[in-house]
């Protein structure tokens, strides 16, 4: 079989081949191997894939399958990592990741403003086992500097925090990570693999929840680790196959599928993301339009130097607090109601009453979560529709 990884190609060319295992049938599109388990030709065969197998050698499906084995390598060759690991959801591959190299006494620094089942992880159950969190506020170098120790083992961040869009500085964070020997994970969702090379400015190991843009038709849920093949097939591998993280051979197809799509579908809905905020800004209604590429985000130059679009993800707070805020959600005909984001359908969130009910109000008040705050995932609808849609919804408000 013809080898596509044999030279350098475009990740849009990545997307669509790489990882690719053609069976003896020479199928076009990637087969879908709905299987637990594997035949071995002889009991010696069997031993010995126990003892060692190739990544082309089967056991179990909580080990691997072909199938996930094709997504993983996509998604790493796209990614620009040695390996990758499929998890059954996003918050599989961040527990995973941070669960299989960590052990009590261990230091981890990590940027505070968090996606709320990160944000339990990383200042419940890690705590619970012996290790040592440090939270900080991601936007400020200073405290990642005063943070960061000498056997800080860790530094977690989303690049992107969901649901405000804060941005972290990727590179100059990896730096200070490295100087000490700490591994830099990043929770890239928000940047997407098409808009962000975390591996480029010095992130160790990038996490994605494939249940948003990579699925992009909210399918399924999904997560990927990508990151060396040391740190995917010694540290995470044995943790993940061993607790049961393994993502469907189903899951995997549909995410495969995701990928040959995703690149057209994120700049497409990044475009009209855009638009809207660039419109929206000044809006009477709205006492701010949240958008990493707006020249008034706070760290507008560092999202435009580290992601080539500015995301599919916008926030807008209204005025009139949570009334209002429902008052619009109520009005919306197109943008649905729900807690996905990066699909094709247009969903409006409102963090402070579900995604992030549960903080305690100090804690909403840090992370920008105001009574009026929406985060507006744009889809694939036409632009000129969602900006008339919202335009009455805020009328409405
Ligand atoms: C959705 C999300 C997750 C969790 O992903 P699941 O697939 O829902 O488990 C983690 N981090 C971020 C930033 C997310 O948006």
């Known amino acids: ?18 990882g690719t295992r053609r069976s003896q049938y020479g199928e076009v599109s990637e087969a879908m191997f709905l299987t637990q388990g594997f035949v071995y030709p002889t009991a010696e065969e069997a031993e010995a894939r126990f003892i060692e197998s190739t990544r082309e050698e089967f056991i179990y499906a909580r080990y691997g399958n072909p199938t996930v084995a094709m997504f993983e390598d996509r998604i790493a060759a796209l990614e620009g990592t040695e390996d990758a690991f499929a998890t059954a959801s996003g918050m599989a591959a961040v ?28 200042d419940e159950v890690l705590p619970r086992y012996g290790v040592d969190v440090t939270l900080v506020d991601g936007t400020d170098l200073d405290a990642w500097r005063a943070a960061i120790r000498p056997d800080t083992k860790a530094v977690f961040f989303e690049s992107v925090s969901n649901p405000a869009l804060e941005v972290t500085d990727i590179a100059a964070v990896s730096e200070m990570a490295h100087a000490v020997g700490a591994t830099v994970i990043c929770d890239n969702v928000f940047a997407t693999p098409a808009f962000s090379r975390a591996i480029d400015l010095g992130v160790d190991v990038v996490i994605y929840s ?23 097939r010694k540290i995470a591998e044995p943790y993940l196959k ?17 990928l ?32 990493p590429h707006l020249d008034s985000h706070p760290q507008a130059n560092i999202a435009r130097a580290q992601m080539e679009k500015g995301g599919t993800v916008l926030a807008l707070d209204l005025a009139g607090g949570k009334e209002a805020a429902f008052r619009f959600l109520n009005a919306l005909e197109i943008v649905l109601i729900s807690n996905n984001l990066g699909d094709a359908k247009s969903i409006a969130t409102h963090p402070a009453t579900t995604t992030h009910q549960r903080l305690p109000q100090d804690q909403k008040d840090t992370l920008g979560i105001t009574p009026g705050l929406i985060r507006l995932s744009i889809g694939l609808e036409d632009g000129a529709d969602l900006m008339a849609d919202i335009m009455a919804a805020l009328d409405a408000a």
């Open 210 to 232: 494939t249940t948003k843009h990579i699925d992009g038709q909210g399918r399924c849920l999904g997560g990927v680790i990508c990151g060396t093949q040391e740190f995917v």
């Open 95 to 122: 527990n995973g990741a941070l669960v299989s190299m960590l052990k009590s006494g261990d230091h981890v620094v990590a940027g505070r403003a968090l996606f709320g089942s990160c944000l339990y992880i990383l």
């Open 242 to 258: 061993h607790t049961g993280s393994a993502m469907s051979p189903f899951n995997a197809w549909v995410m495969l599928k995701g």
């Open 1 to 18: 079989m013809k080898d596509i990884s044999q030279k350098p190609r475009s990740p849009r060319t990545l997307a669509v081949h790489a």
């Open 260 to 291: 040959e799509t995703m690149d057209l579908r994120v700049r497409a809905q990044a475009d009209t993301a855009w638009k809207l905020a660039e419109a929206l800004v000044g809006h009477p209604k709205l006492t701010r339009v949240i958008h």
